[in-house]
């Protein structure tokens, strides 16, 4: 071979093949080219969608629609339990916080008016029962029956006021300089003392009754339309040892009237009398069931 002449280079047709055969066979073999573009566009518009929500509606998306757990209700219904308990236990605590502040003294002494009460009513319903056995063991049951209607209407019209009334009682001043003393304070003193078994009540010449009712009425307080003023003062007619006490317990009748500024007194008396009468009212509808 001399330097003069360059080798020739086979072509296609003279060596009867293609140097670019091999790549086109495998480009006809391989599955067609998904564009690049068209695959990564959804791709891309997802975040750039994701970052243009605002901070508040990344945060409503993740608490809407909620997720729980079980492990979450169970929690939650603990939770629910423990505060219900802990509300009641507040509120026991403040119902019961007026007896826990009283002294021993006025506990033993609230003790021994439960047990009066107690008392009274087992000896009325001995009574009650002692009445049946003489109606059934009497030989003249008919006037043993009348004798015993007499006493219980006399025992009636004291209730009902229209008899005047004597015996054992208290009497209860109040002295109201400062115009504080309110219609409903004097409404707690008939129920206090009625629920320690007073008999007979009257206040500034006022028969207390069933229906009494109290108002304010400008500086002074009505009974039953009446007016009245300072010092208001209740005879009282019952056992002194149940009704002086019962004025007198811790948060009662004496210290909310002491809390107004009014000056309270209260006497024990073995004679007091009532004397105030109301006219006895026929009832519009009721009338005796017995025939």
């Known amino acids: 071979m001399s330097e003069g002449h360059e080798t020739p280079r086979p072509t296609a047709g003279a060596g009867g093949v293609d140097d670019d055969e091999p790549t086109t066979r495998l480009r006809r073999e391989l599955p067609q080219e998904v564009s690049v573009t068209a695959a990564e566009g959804p791709g891309r518009a997802a975040p750039d969608e994701k970052n243009r929500l ?3 509606q990344r ?3 993740g608490l809407w629609p909620p997720r729980f757990t079980r492990a979450q209700l169970i929690v939650a219904v603990l939770l629910f339990g423990l505060g219900f308990g802990l509300a009641v236990q507040v509120a026991s605590n403040n119902d019961d916080s007026a007896l826990r502040g009283a002294r021993q003294e006025d506990l033993v002494r ?10 009274r009513l087992e000896e ?7 009445q049946r056995t003489e109606l059934e063991n009497s030989s003249d049951q008919a006037e043993e029956a009348r004798k015993q209607t007499v006493e219980k209407e006399r025992q009636l019209g004291v209730l009902a006021g229209t008899v005047a009334a004597q015996g054992p ?11 504080t003393v309110e219609a409903d304070m004097l409404l707690d003193a008939i129920q206090e003392l009625r ?11 006022v028969r207390v009754v069933a229906s009494t009712y109290l ?23 019952g056992n002194p040892q149940d009704l002086e006490p019962a004025l007198n317990i811790p948060g009662g009748v004496v210290q909310t009237l002491e809390k107004e500024q009014a000056t309270v007194t209260v006497e024990r008396a073995d004679k007091i009398v009532v004397d105030a ?3 006895a009212k026929r009832p519009d509808y009721a009338r005796s069931s017995s025939q």
């Open 54 to 56: 605002t901070g508040r």
């Open 59 to 61: 945060l409503a998306q």
């Open 110 to 119: 609230i003790l021994d008016e439960l047990d009066d009460r107690t008392q």
């Open 124 to 130: 009325e319903k001995q009574g009650l029962e002692d």
């Open 169 to 179: 009682g208290i009497t209860l001043t109040i002295n109201d300089t400062k115009g």
């Open 195 to 205: 629920a320690a078994g007073a008999e007979a009540i009257q206040v500034n010449g």
């Open 215 to 237: 108002t304010d009425s400008g500086k002074g307080i009505s009974v039953d339309g009446n007016k009245i003023t300072q010092p208001f003062r209740f005879k009282v007619i």
């Open 277 to 279: 009468l109301r006219a």
